[in-house]
């Protein structure tokens, strides 16, 4: 049965289509926040009364997720971007490497070449860290024993094989891109090679990136038409200083802990690597770009991370775990008050509230799917059936934009329903008509 608006007078094509039938969400509920842990409660004891107020919003603003979660995450992405044919098999998958972790030999002073200054497959200097992690889900994924491995290329895998099997892409897998500068400068290397950069210039080739999720910084610097990557696709947008739904005074207070509880010494490195203030980690890696003072732990300081490692009881109590997003909030900040008020009221169900938010973001102005997936708080592949959902039903057009249609049906949506009474409301006296008219 397709499902009606109860307004009356008018009919929303949103609320009246097979869309909300078809939408299903796994609603999550946590049990603590992050602030609420044992941990947590200690490393707010670092701060004055007045100042633990900022640090618990910076503390419980923190995306946390589980490896198994990233590992699914990654695979049904990856799985999904070839069925669509975004991205082409074979397709080679290699996981991102620290330039300065590959055995180059001393004293180099020429930028390393792919297959020539190594091979893809090539140990590295230190122990492995979230390169492990991706390493072994690669090794799973060319498994013989999978359906469709065959299209799925191992790091192994020589030049002269490429062009054997007719290698149609790149696939460059991480877990978490802060800055970006990871990722460019791995790829970089593979396409200063010439047969590379040669078949890739005729279209033989593309060169992608893959992470499970992605700072808006990141995905900047990873998008540019002069780097080195074709297609640049993430599970979920990773939550920064940036873009955290924080007012202005928020975000000043917060930043100023976080240079004041840091020692003299390190404070150029208070808000993280390249000061790109991160809000993202794993049970397994606590990236360099988090705010130094979620990751110190020196003499005095009760700390939440113990350096770049999750203690094993933190993740016990806090598992994954993501702030949670407002929509009436997102509505208000920009400027759909009206929108804000009927959003969560019982006639309209979860995917009509985001379907009418998304049209109310895309008319503020353009946004990408990974924009809105980080201001909604959801995947990126949630994101996509939602704007599917919206082009089918001509509300949106192929470039994202709200069309004539579209500008209706949120107009529609910022309408407050009409209450139709016959009068006898809040009466039990029998009623007797008194005329026929």
């Not at 909300?20 to 609420?36: F, G, K, L």
């Not at 407002?326 to 006639?347: C, E, F, H, M």
């Not at 089918?392 to 949120?410: F, I, M, P």
Request: aromatic share 6%; charged share 25%; hydrophobic share 40%.
């Amino acid at each position: 049965m397709i499902r009606r608006s109860v307004r009356c007078g008018s009919r929303s094509a949103i609320t009246s289509s097979r869309f909300d039938r078809q939408y299903s969400m796994a609603s999550t509920y946590r049990a603590v926040r992050p602030s609420e842990t044992r941990r947590g409660l200690g490393w707010l004891t670092n701060f004055s009364p007045e100042d633990e107020g900022p640090a618990r919003q910076l503390l419980d603003s923190l995306r946390f997720v589980s490896l198994s979660d990233v590992r699914a995450g990654l695979q049904v992405r990856l799985h999904s971007l070839i069925a669509q044919g975004k991205i082409q098999a074979p397709a080679l998958l290699v996981s991102a490497l620290s330039i300065e972790d590959l055995r180059l030999g001393e004293g180099r002073t020429v930028p390393p070449v792919a297959f020539e200054s190594f091979q893809l497959d090539d140990p590295i200097n230190v122990v492995p860290g979230s390169e492990g992690f991706v390493g072994n889900l690669i090794r799973d994924l060319v498994s013989p024993a999978l359906v469709g491995a065959d299209a799925l290329l191992a790091p192994s895998t020589k030049l002269n094989e490429l062009r054997g099997k007719r290698c149609r892409s790149i696939v460059v897998i991480t877990d978490y891109a802060g800055s970006g500068t990871q990722l460019r400068d791995y790829a970089m290397a593979l396409v200063r090679h010439p047969t590379l950069r040669s078949c890739r210039s005729y279209g033989l080739l593309r060169i992608h990136a893959l992470s499970y999720a992605g700072s808006s910084q990141a995905l900047a610097t990873l998008q540019r038409e002069d780097g080195p990557f074709d297609g640049v696709w993430t599970v979920e947008t990773a939550p920064s200083f940036q873009d955290a739904p924080w007012t202005a005074n928020q975000r000043d207070a917060i930043k100023g802990i976080c240079a004041r509880y840091v020692r003299r010494k390190d404070r150029k490195r208070a808000l993280g690597f390249k000061e790109s203030a991160g809000l993202f980690a794993t049970d397994a890696s606590v990236p360099n770009n988090l705010p130094l003072i979620l990751r110190q732990a020196h003499s005095g300081w009760h700390p939440f991370f113990e350096r770049r490692t999750v203690p094993p009881d933190l993740f016990t109590e806090l598992g994954s775990y993501a702030p949670d997003v407002v929509l009436k909030d997102v509505a208000t900040r920009i400027g759909q008050p009206r929108l804000s008020s009927n959003l969560g009221v019982k006639y309209m169900r979860t995917a009509t509230d985001e379907m009418f938010l998304v049209l109310a973001l895309l008319l503020d102005r353009s946004r990408s799917a990974s924009e809105l997936a980080r201001e909604l708080g959801k995947p990126v592949a949630t994101v996509d059936v939602l704007l599917r959902a919206l082009r089918s039903l001509g509300l949106v057009d192929d470039q994202g934009n709200v069309t004539s249609t579209g500008k209706k049906e949120l107009t529609t949506g910022k309408r407050a329903p009409r209450h139709v009474s016959a009068g006898i409301e809040g009466s039990d006296a029998p009623y007797y008509p008194e005329s026929m008219r």
